[in-house]
């Protein structure tokens, strides 16, 4: 499995950003697509995953702000930002990990910067 991200950039707090990943490989439509991000010195953490026909599972700090949805055709998976804040700053990582497996794929991590 491949995951290929883009989507991050620069915005002031407020604001909104849109990511987005593209899938490549076996990716089963019960799997789990998402995102995880990490802040300098902090752990990665979980936030949006969704498998196809399933609702979502957010990160508290996320919700009411992100939104996730996913294209099981097209082996897609987007995150909305809005309302961004600078504690939302991170590198963003798109995942994919087999419902029967613990393990999780990684595409490369897109950064996401919000300005007080």
């Known amino acids: 499995v491949q995951l290929q991200a883009s989507g991050g950039g620069l915005v002031q707090a407020g604001g909104s950003l849109r990511l987005s990943c593209s899938g490549i490989?076996?990716?089963?439509?019960?799997?789990?697509m998402g995102w995880y991000r990490q802040s300098p010195g902090k752990q990665r953490e979980m936030v949006a995953t969704?498998?196809?026909?399933?609702?979502?599972n957010y990160a508290d700090f996320v919700k009411g702000r992100f939104s996730i949805s996913r294209d099981a055709a097209k082996n897609t998976v987007s995150l909305q930002m809005n309302s961004l804040k600078p504690e939302d700053t991170a590198l963003y990582y798109c995942s994919y990990r087999n419902s029967w497996s613990s393990s999780i794929y990684w595409g490369q991590g897109t950064q996401v910067t919000v300005s007080s």
């Open positions: 490989g076996n990716i089963a439509t019960d799997g789990h």
């Open positions: 969704v498998q196809s026909g399933l609702r979502p």
